[in-house]
């Protein structure tokens, strides 16, 4: 019982952090802040893939919060590969001074989503993938 309700707080608490770090960054990508419009114009996806990424980070944020947690876990992921993937190719690590910032958060959430993904894989699997 005790190992049942332990699993539940840290996935509910990796589950927040990944939402918390995504919406962080919607004001952001939604309102045109410098940083952001450098960063989407050195990929070249400026505007159309700051506003599609924020669009696609607020559905998983919104997804982690409910039973359907698992989409939104692999929504993040597949975002947050994005900004992981760019940041190794495109960007580097460090953008415009922030000491590497943006990468550390990206890291976490894409770790958050993935943790959340293998903590509850039996639950999931037996979700969607019920015996006959």
């Not at 190992?3 to 919607?26: D, E, F, P, Y």
């Not at 409910?66 to 989409?71: F, S």
């Amino acid at each position: 019982m005790r190992n049942k309700k332990s699993k539940k707080i840290v996935s509910w608490t990796l589950r927040l952090l990944a939402t918390l770090i995504m919406l962080q960054t919607l004001f952001f990508k939604f309102t045109g802040a410098e940083e952001s419009i450098y960063i989407f114009t050195q990929v070249g996806m400026e505007p159309w893939g700051r506003y599609m990424t924020g669009t696609v980070e607020l559905i998983a944020s919104i997804l982690l919060l409910t039973n359907r947690y698992e989409l939104g876990a692999l929504l993040g992921l597949g975002t947050i590969s994005g900004a992981i993937f760019f940041h190794l190719t495109k960007l580097g690590i460090e953008v415009q001074g922030d000491g590497g910032y943006l990468f550390a958060l990206a890291i976490v959430a894409f770790m958050s989503c993935a943790i959340t993904l293998l903590m509850n894989f039996s639950e999931i699997k037996a979700k969607y993938l019920p015996n006959k």
